[in-house]
């Protein structure tokens, strides 16, 4: 079955940086587009950035210039680098792929992401 486990969360000092890690399995990675998004206390889930098979990449507005998404087929891995991090960052950060997020399944456990100003 799909299984989908993040990691790289932490608390981090507002300008700080964090990588997350995804590590994927139960299906075919290297043909599935991927995605983070995120959710603060009392706020909607978010999409922050998306990465498709061929390697393109989409970001929220608020976080273009500061977070990066890549992946590692051979690793079944999708990362998210964070530099210049926020208060307004802080949530809980997930990864799916476009079918789960669509469907409304696979969802991890995700990490946590605390910043501190």
């Known amino acids: 079955q799909v299984q989908l486990v993040e990691s790289g969360g932490g608390l981090v000092q507002a300008g700080g940086s964090l990588r997350l890690s995804c590590a994927a399995s139960?299906?075919?990675?290297?043909?599935?587009?991927m995605g983070w998004y995120r959710q603060a206390p009392g706020k909607q889930r978010e999409t922050v950035a998306r990465?498709?098979?061929?390697?393109?990449?989409n970001y929220l507005d608020s976080v273009k210039g500061r977070f990066t998404i890549s992946r590692d087929n051979a690793k079944n891995t999708v990362y998210l680098q964070m530099n210049s991090v926020k208060p307004e960052d802080t949530a809980v950060y997930y990864c799916?792929?476009?079918?789960?997020?669509?469907?409304?399944?696979?969802w991890g456990q995700g990490t946590q992401v605390t910043v501190s100003s």
């Open positions: 990465i498709t098979s061929g390697g393109s990449t």
């Open positions: 139960g299906f075919i990675f290297a043909d599935n587009n």
């Open positions: 799916n792929t476009d079918f789960g997020y669509t469907v409304g399944s696979y």
